[in-house]
């Protein structure tokens, strides 16, 4: 483990998915205690996209952004919303100069799978319709999350695929759950590991399906075909259960024709980026928002 994220370990609290109303509150409280995010030069405003339900988004707007980003939070479908991911929303606009769309999907267990799912897509087909007003280019537009925000990303990019749906020019996925089955390697060996333990995923995955079957679209890593893909950025933590199925989603791209760039953080855990004051996790942060500069690139 790196030395710098390792001195934090005693100091890291534990959230309970399985009580999903103590979690969000404990989860609340950890986010407002952390430092306030500079938002010099960039527009903010909250938006209600159209659906059934309506879906809340906080739009993030740095001057002369082209490109957009439909970012969807962590919290293993269960906790999470637009003000505890602000600092991350802001932060990822400041530094990949992108217009950043932070979604209030819906969570589990109140809502299971497809919600969260519908809200996501309905946001990102919104906003290629409507790019015009948003004052971007409907064709750099990219889906992006953390944990089962990324899990949502990646089903996301499937859906618009077979649907033929919104245009998609990138997805970012760093650190998700793609495999309720749970069967690699990390999975039945990473038990225990900070933030994310094996409970803490069977947890989210109850939560997230109930007693529906899992579908491609709720857990990637079933789906058969991964061509016709948009690029992707796959990112995992070393001592993460999700880590083997993340790298083998990245592999599987590959081999299907779709260009990947796979980053395998040694000596980190999953979530472990929001320990700032640790080089490698300044290193993570500044890699996520630099793939997605380079991605939504004229």
Not at 56 to 73: D, K, T
Not at 86 to 115: C, K, M, N, Q
Not at 223 to 233: Q, R, T, V
Not at 234 to 246: L, Q
């Given at each position: 483990m790196d030395s710098e994220l390792e001195a934090f370990i005693p100091l890291l609290p534990r959230i309970d998915l399985a009580d999903e109303v103590a979690a969000r509150g404990d989860f609340a409280r950890l986010a407002a205690a952390r430092p306030v995010p500079d938002t010099a030069g960039i527009g903010i405003e909250d938006r209600a996209v159209p659906?059934?339900?309506?879906?809340?988004?906080?739009?993030?707007?740095?001057?002369?952004?082209?490109?957009?980003?439909?970012?969807?939070?962590?919290?293993?479908?269960?906790i999470g919303d637009l003000e505890t991911e602000?600092?991350?929303?802001?932060?990822?606009?400041?530094?990949?100069?992108?217009?950043?769309?932070?979604?209030?999907?819906?969570?589990?267990?109140?809502?299971?799978?497809?919600?969260?799912?519908?809200?996501?897509y309905a946001v990102t087909a919104w906003t290629a319709e409507h790019a015009a007003e948003l004052g971007i280019d409907p064709q750099r537009i990219a889906v992006a999350g953390h944990s089962a925000g990324a899990n949502l990303a990646a089903a996301v990019a499937l859906r618009a695929r077979d649907q033929q749906g919104p245009p998609i020019r990138f997805q970012l996925l760093n650190e998700p759950p793609l495999d309720d089955r749970?069967?690699?390697?990390?999975?039945?060996?990473?038990?225990?590991?900070?933030?994310?333990?094996?409970?803490q995923v069977t947890a989210a995955w109850r939560h997230y399906l109930g007693a529906t079957p899992a579908t491609p679209y709720?857990?990637?890593?079933?789906?058969?075909?991964?061509?016709?893909?948009?690029?992707?950025?796959?990112?995992?933590?070393?001592?993460?259960?999700?880590?083997?199925?993340?790298?083998?989603y990245a592999l599987r791209m590959l081999r299907a024709g779709v260009p990947v760039e796979l980053h395998q953080w040694p000596g980190t855990f999953h979530g472990s980026q929001a320990i700032l004051s640790a080089e490698v996790s300044q290193r993570q942060v500044a890699e996520l928002a630099a793939a997605l500069r380079r991605a939504l690139a004229a």
């Open positions: 659906g059934d339900p309506e879906v809340p988004v906080r739009i993030y707007r740095p001057q002369r952004a082209q490109g957009a980003v439909i970012w969807l939070h962590g919290g293993g479908w269960v602000h600092p991350w929303a802001a932060r990822l606009a400041a530094a990949s100069g992108a217009t950043v769309i932070s979604v209030d999907y819906r969570l589990a267990p109140e809502h299971r799978f497809p919600a969260a799912l519908d809200d996501a749970q069967e690699t390697w990390s999975a039945r060996n990473f038990t225990d590991t900070p933030w994310s333990t094996r409970a709720a857990a990637p890593a079933r789906a058969g075909d991964l061509s016709g893909l948009p690029p992707a950025y796959v990112a995992t933590a070393e001592f993460d259960p999700n880590r083997d199925e993340d790298i083998d």
